[in-house]
Every structure is written in C-alpha cells, then in structure tokens.
C-alpha cells in the first residue's frame, strides 16, 4: 500500500509503502515494487529496515528488488531542492541509492537512525530530519525553482536560463550541481512525466504527446524508451495492475515508488 502527503517542506511530499506480498493463489501478483522507478527530476531521503539512505535523480529506469512486506518511507525533495540540504552536488548521486552514512559520516546517520528507531511516529520524525536540515542550510536558490518551472510548462532551455537570469553556461553548471543533469535532460524528464500523467487519466497516446510537447507519438515512444526502458503500453499495463494489486490509485512514476 503506498500513501503520500505534502509535507510541511515546502515544494516536498511525505510518503509511505509496503511491498506488496504473494497472492493466495500460487502465482505471485506483480506488485508496484516491481514497476521500475522512472525519472521525475527528484531526490528522496528514505527510511527503511533501521536505515537512511538518499535516492539520487535518475537518468533512467531504476529497477527496485524490495521482497515482499518491505516497508518504506521517504521524503520527496522538489526538483533542485535537495543539493543544498544533503550537501552535495545531485551529480555526485545521479542514478544511484546510498546510504546516508556515505554523505553525513556514520556517526551522525547512526544518531539520526536511532532517533527515528525511537519515534512513535517514524514517518513524522523522517519528516522532521529533513525540516531541521532545510532549515540548517537556509532557503533554496529562487533561480532553480524558475528553471523548473519554465521547463515544466514547455518552455525552451534559452528561455528558462532568460527566467533564471543565467547565461547558458552557467544555467548549465547549475543545473548539474542542483539537478543531477543539464536543463535539456530536466526538460526531458519533466516532459515524460507530462505524458505519462496524461496516459494514467486516460488520454490516447497520440494527444498525451502533443499536449505534453513531444513533436508526435513516435517522439514520445522513442522518449519512453530511452528514459523509461518500456514501451507505453507496458508502462499503462504495469500501473494498472500495481494499482488492482494494491487496491489503491496507481502509483506515481518517480523515485517514491523506490522500494
């Protein structure tokens, strides 16, 4: 079952999971930790088993491997937002999952593991490391937030660095240091994520690809293919069946799907 909140981060969202389980029957129900996470342009501070890790942004499909009965919770950092809480580059994370020992050093992960471990509430007390961490490194540069939102409405990468202020080079130093990748992969992703949203309300194929910006629905395919690893109809199934298996609405495309 996987359920989310915003958080009082702003731009975050608060969720939680648990893989799902064999079915009665003898033939196991694909459950939605088995969907693969797609590329959304966020990063996640994770809890699960009496450890932090932090989910890096990804450039492809990340296949989880969760058995069943794991349980998760996560912090889902906005686009850009991450960087300057955890202290590092979102390159230095792309397409990865660490530990958060490996970036805070095993004293303080261990302190902070322990006091989630503790918490009546553990999902809460997740939410409240990443408070007192984004309130440690101060507010978010407003620049990247612009960036994000021109490239989401289908703005081109010169206009966001014009809503930005930023020359293009620097736009692209930033975007590497804030993002994980360059502003034509950010738009990229945003994009994908445009269409699938489109796909999951039900919107033929060929108009979620022109309302999202692709050229055409063999742009958006190839765009699935090469972001996502499947084809759309694979993806339409996949969420479909994670959301009968759950008993819930299907799940969102992104890292908060990372068990």
């Not at 996987?2 to 958080?7: K, V």
């Not at 990748?181 to 489109?198: D, F, M």
């Amino acid at each position: 079952m996987y359920e989310e909140r915003p958080s009082l981060l702003d731009g975050a969202v608060v969720w939680s999971r648990t893989t799902g389980a064999p079915s009665g029957t003898g033939s196991r129900v694909p459950s939605a930790s088995e969907q693969p996470v797609l590329p959304d342009g966020c990063m996640d501070l994770l809890w699960s088993g009496g450890r932090l890790l932090v989910a890096g942004p990804d450039t492809r499909a990340h296949r989880p491997g969760s058995p069943p009965g794991t349980a998760w919770a996560g912090v889902r950092f906005a686009p850009g937002a991450a960087p300057g809480y955890l202290g590092v580059p979102a390159h230095e994370l792309r397409d990865q999952r660490v530990g958060l020992a490996d970036l805070w050093g095993d004293a303080e992960a261990r302190r902070l593991a322990e006091r989630i471990a503790g918490a009546g509430d553990q999902l809460a007390e997740l939410e409240a490391v990443a408070l007192w961490r984004a309130d440690a490194a101060g507010p978010a540069d407003p620049r990247l937030a612009a960036v994000v939102r021109h490239l989401d409405a289908g703005g081109t990468v010169a206009g966001a660095a014009d809503a930005a202020g930023l020359g293009a080079r620097q736009l692209h130093r930033r975007s590497l240091d804030a993002f994980g990748y360059g502003p034509k992969t950010l738009a990229r992703i945003l994009r994908l994520q445009r269409a699938l949203a489109l796909v999951r309300r039900g919107v033929p194929y060929a108009a979620a690809a022109l309302r999202a910006g692709c050229a055409d629905q063999a742009h958006l395919a190839r765009e699935m293919r090469a972001l996502a690893g499947m084809t759309l109809g694979d993806y339409e199934a996949s969420d479909s069946v994670g959301a009968s298996a759950n008993s819930e609405t299907p799940l969102p495309s992104g890292s908060s799907t990372t068990a």
